[in-house]
């Protein structure tokens, strides 16, 4: 099956700074690959995703690349602020979903 | 829409006893997913179906839990009997086709 891996497990960062949560994954197979926020005591919910046929997406302050040579994704924030501070997990999918152990992103003020 | 609905949003019950989670998919999504979340494992899948089957259970901790999909619009699953280490927010989803799987908004379950 596949195995998605995570760093970091934890991240601060100064409000306005970028933040970059990085994801591996094993199988070639997987074509879709989504980054969901969780705020404490809240679903994860969907905030940006990509498909194997595309290098990169952006919305707003955050993107998400894609290098299926190398089998890694990568969700960047830019411009942090406060209500960024949330778990983030990475997934990737070829029939069901594949979750990353979760980042957990602080931004301090 | 308005979601994929869970219930109940909390229980609470003794050890022993018989839990039941329900789900209501979005309409139109055919594949639904049932994820446990805890501080120490994570989000973890149980179960998941397509088009009301179920497709993969190897999740499923043991004997104890069990889920059904009898239509497009509703999911249970039941722990039987129930135990402290069962205790977890449990999280339904529904995607369709494999892409932008949503999440309820779970039920956190207590074991007493």
């Known amino acids: 099956g596949e195995n998605v891996e995570q760093h970091p497990s934890t991240l601060s960062v100064q409000e306005g700074d970028s933040a970059v949560i990085k994801c591996t994954y094993s199988?070639?197979?997987?074509?879709?690959f989504p980054w969901y926020k969780q705020e404490l005591g809240k679903r994860p919910q969907l905030i940006i995703d990509?498909?194997?046929?595309?290098g990169e997406k952006k919305d707003q302050r955050i993107a998400v690349t894609l290098n299926k040579t190398a089998k890694h994704f990568s969700l960047h924030i830019t411009e942090t602020q406060p209500e960024d501070s949330a778990v983030y997990f990475c997934?990737?999918?070829?029939?069901?979903?594949?979750f990353g152990t979760g980042t957990s992103l602080t931004v301090i003020p | 829409d308005a979601g994929v609905i869970q219930s109940p949003r909390h229980e609470v019950t003794e050890m022993g006893q018989e839990v039941t989670l329900r789900c209501k998919p979005i309409?139109?999504?055919?594949?639904l997913f049932w994820y446990r979340q805890t501080m120490m494992r994570g989000l973890e899948l149980l179960i998941y179906?397509?088009?009301?089957?179920?497709?993969?259970d190897s999740g499923m901790p043991e004997d104890r839990f069990s889920a059904k999909m009898p239509n497009a619009s509703f999911s249970t699953l039941k722990i039987q009997p129930s135990e402290p280490r069962d205790s977890a927010v449990y999280f339904c989803?529904?995607?369709?086709?494999?892409?932008?799987?949503?999440f309820g908004p779970g039920t956190r379950l207590t074991v007493t």
């Open positions: 989803a529904s995607s369709h086709a494999h892409y932008e799987q949503y």
């Open positions: 199988d070639s197979a997987s074509n879709y």
């Open positions: 990509i498909r194997s046929n595309v």
């Open positions: 997934a990737a999918t070829r029939n069901q979903f594949y």
């Open positions: 309409s139109g999504h055919n594949s």
């Open positions: 179906f397509n088009n009301n089957v179920p497709i993969d």
